[in-house]
């Protein structure tokens, strides 16, 4: 079997017990780990990831090794980092041995060609046009953000500030961004709107594949386009435990924790 999870934002001080959510879906994974080939992590697997030289993230030992597990056993892990995790210098691929994807990426996998994306910053070409003002304002404000946190310099520049403190910051940004997004869910915008299925629907006109997989925007969504072609948003692994797995046959289905018993 070949699994996609994302969106655990492990460490979140949004949650109220964060080690027993960190416990929970390392079991997760280790109990996909029975049947699985591949596991794809399409991104945020930590709510705030910072890799200083000197002083690596401590409290997420247990999902660190909970990966070294998954490699060492032969199951390819592949690794996206996502808008909360992507200031990784080189360190976890070798801590855990995960294979690192920074971009979007297209894959054969299971015999299905998918496009694999965390999902921020993915969008149709002429997204802005296409909503009011004030949202466009907030998609610029995004994007800007995006882009400093993309920033080699600013992100080696970032390790000037000392760890106690980066650390609180970091986690109270993220803190916050979760919270806001728990009291003003943005649900799925449908087909006509949510920027996901429309980078798909442009990306048809180019280029057929079969799946188009994505975290990001904590919602689950498995809608058929015209083309055959299937655009895929996993829910979560912060309140929803839901993921994806495909079989042999490269046949993918949503699956949800609760309808499991772990
Ligand atoms: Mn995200």
């Not at 435990?241 to 772990?262: D, K, P, V, W």
Request: aromatic content about 12%; overall charge neutral; glycine content about 8%.
């Amino acid at each position: 079997m070949i699994y996609f999870l994302s969106d655990a934002h492990i460490g979140s001080r949004a949650l109220n017990d964060r080690a027993a959510h960190q416990k929970q879906v390392c079991n997760l994974l280790l109990s996909l780990a029975a049947d699985a080939t591949e596991i794809y992590l399409l991104g945020d697997m930590f709510d705030y990831w910072y890799e200083y030289v000197w002083r690596k993230p401590q409290e997420y030992n247990l999902t660190l090794q909970t990966l070294r597990t998954l490699t060492d056993q032969g199951i390819a892990v592949h690794y996206f980092t996502g808008n909360h995790d992507l200031w990784t210098f080189g360190w976890l691929e070798r801590q855990t041995g995960v294979i690192l994807h920074r971009h979007s990426q297209i894959m054969q996998i299971g015999g299905k060609q998918c496009l694999l994306a965390h999902g921020d910053g993915v969008g149709p070409s002429d997204l802005l046009s296409r909503y009011p003002k004030h949202l466009r304002r907030k998609i610029r404000r995004f994007m800007f953000l995006r882009s400093v946190f993309h920033n080699p310099l600013l992100q080696r520049l970032y390790a000037l500030v000392p760890p106690s403190l980066g650390d609180k910051f970091g986690y109270e940004w993220a803190r916050r961004s979760r919270m806001k997004e728990l009291a003003n869910p943005v649900g799925y915008l449908g087909e006509n709107k949510e920027a996901l299925v429309l980078f798909a629907k442009e990306h048809e006109q180019k280029e057929h594949l079969d799946y188009y997989i994505f975290g990001h925007r904590h919602i689950e969504l498995d809608l058929q386009l015209a083309t055959g072609a299937r655009v895929i948003i996993l829910g979560d692994m912060f309140r929803q435990f839901t993921y994806a797995c495909m079989n042999e046959r490269g046949e993918l289905s949503l699956q949800n924790i609760a309808e499991q018993t772990i």
